[in-house]
């Protein structure tokens, strides 16, 4: 069955085609080389992702990101620095360049991606994290929790304060967590909330995203990718800012010899495949957590339209023509 649906939004890319949005030699040409890449999969609008790193190199990429003039850049995600110093909860974000939150940490970063930041992760627990939450809401910019050891009465303070979504739920947390309560449960239970989720089959068992998805609705789920410079590449080692990871023949990427994820290979098409075979639920019903409704979180509007062949008896779809 031929269907037509809005274009692709994703929300969080960090890199694709074997180009990194972190790393020290991004060119225009490389982002465009990515773009069109990601084209091909569906997607024709995102939020190119910086994570935390040195301002120095924040400023240089936010500098090449924002001056592209193609509308295909929605704006940036900001991912740290803001970020829990822990293990675990902080993920492959490297510690040396994680700092506290500031309004004026904040307004140099946005000064050097010429205001173009329009979200920005952080966790609540960081000081200066609730009075910064409540400056990028009065500027305009969504706050997402996520990379986060947050208590309850924080994550409830940053709702409180504007905050509308919970980054890539599930991951960015120690794989031990006491029973209840704690992060996840918190960040799932906050209706106030938008959630998204790596549907990659690696981040979330098929069973975990099930009820995490049923847990949040279909209307306040969104998919993105997470993905880095492996997205769309065969198996090997791929940059992400100044570590490196590894591409498994299964699609997994992980820190060099640790079992530690590092964003992922995925693709915004094969999210969508994945999260209607591991929910039950239809097209209709998922297609938009790729689309409208990430792009409505931050205020944006898709681009475009994408055909797809649907085999609803094999819950499978094949890009078939994007037009942006």
């Known amino acids: 069955m031929r269907l037509t649906l809005p274009g692709l939004f994703d929300l969080q890319v960090n890199g694709f085609g074997n180009v990194d949005f972190n790393g020290p030699d991004l060119t225009a040409d490389c982002v465009s080389r990515a773009l069109d890449r990601m084209r091909a999969t569906g997607v024709t ?19 090449v990101l924002s001056r592209m003039g193609d509308a295909a850049i929605a704006g940036l995600h900001m991912e740290g620095p803001y970020v829990s110093p822990l293990d675990g909860a902080r993920g492959a974000h490297p510690r040396a360049h994680v700092v506290t939150a500031s309004r004026d940490d904040f307004d140099r970063r946005q000064d050097a991606a010429d205001g173009r930041i329009v979200l920005v992760t952080l966790a609540p627990e960081v000081p200066g994290a609730l009075p910064l939450i409540e400056h990028l809401v009065a500027s305009g910019v969504g706050v997402a929790i996520g990379h986060t050891m947050a208590a309850a009465a924080q994550i409830r303070d940053a709702v409180a304060a504007g905050a509308t979504l919970a980054t890539h739920v599930g991951n960015g947390c120690p794989e031990l967590l006491p029973r209840h309560p704690n992060v996840i449960w918190e960040l799932l239970a906050a209706d106030a909330l938008h959630a998204s989720f790596i549907a990659d089959g690696h981040h979330l068992p098929a069973s975990t995203m099930k009820a995490m998805i049923r847990a949040k609705g279909t209307e306040r789920t969104i998919l993105v990718t997470d993905a880095m410079a492996a997205a769309g590449c065969a198996p090997g080692r791929y940059p992400l800012g100044d570590v490196e990871a590894d591409l498994g023949s299964d699609g997994r990427v992980s820190l060099p010899g640790t079992p530690y994820l590092a964003g992922s290979s995925l693709t915004l098409d094969r999210a969508i495949v994945n999260a209607m075979r591991y929910t039950g639920l239809p097209i209709e019903a998922v297609a938009p957590m790729a689309s409208t409704i990430p792009a409505s979180l931050v205020g944006a509007a898709t681009s475009g339209c994408v055909t797809v062949d649907l085999d609803a008896d094999a819950v499978d779809l094949r890009v078939v023509e994007v037009k942006a």
Request: glycine fraction near 0%; charged fraction near 15%; proline fraction near 5%.
């Open 45 to 63: 609008r995102c939020l190119p992702t910086l994570v935390t790193s040195s301002f120095d190199r924040f400023a240089a990429n936010a500098h």
